[in-house]
């Protein structure tokens, strides 16, 4: 028997939090389905602390696959929530949330970017990564004390053959000169802790649950995606229909 571990996310908007929670039961749905003598658990998780927390339950190997349904981005499970009262950012946080946003679908100016109306919560690669991410949304993590890091998780919870897949936006992208001078993607990362036999797969892109082409609702798994096996990239660039993987949701 293989223990499986479903995460879903919380979100400021409510709608999210029910789309991640739909994208979960179907992945449990299809885990049953393949291996019915399997433990399939479904957590809901409000902040980083929560998703380690669950995570290192788990020990000697014992946790198959993970799958985390949340919003994403290349530094980490991107978990937010807003401020009860805004506060001014500083002009560093300023600009560089500008410019940044400059060549995106969700330019901002600086009058946009005044001041700072949602506080973060996720799980991020490290601190850097997380600064980056405050300063790409206009976020503040200051008073929060449950985001966590890759370097809380016990990474002998997996078993040498796991499958961990990040069903939100943007997990494994390469943002060129960031990616490949500084800091590897999320996904790549997490890989890097993973045993030689273990795949980690990410998107690329922003990702839809509800236009996946087989006409399933609730399903993140299609869209370009990159795997890495051991930490080291095996696809690249590759729709997530056309991949099957062991021990995961998608057999071989």
Known sequence: MNNRLIIYTDSILS???????A???RLKKDYQTKSPKDSVKILFVKSGKEIVGAINKY???????????????QGGIHIARKLAKSVKAGIVQRRAHVNWRASSDRPQDE???????????????????????????NQSFDESSDI???????????????FVEFHGCRTAEMIPGLN?????????QFADNLGSDAIVVGHILNSNPNKNPNG???????????????GKLVNDQVDRRKLKFANSSTPE
């Open 15 to 21: 709608a999210d939090v029910n789309t991640f929670e």
């Open 59 to 73: 020990s000697n190997g014992q946790l198959a696959s993970l799958d985390i349904v949340s919003h994403g981005n």
């Open 111 to 137: 009058s946009q970017a005044e001041f700072i109306e949602e506080s973060m919560h996720g799980l991020y690669t490290d601190w850097a990564a997380k600064k980056g991410v405050s300063y790409y949304y």
């Open 216 to 230: 399933k609702q609730s399903d993140y798994r299609h869209g370009l995606v990159r795997s890495y096996k051991g």
């Open 180 to 188: 490949t001078v500084f800091k590897d993607n999320f996904a790549k």
């Open 148 to 162: 966590a890091y890759l370097a809380d998780i016990t990474f002998s919870s997996f078993s040498k053959n796991a």
């Open 23 to 25: 994208a979960a039961e």
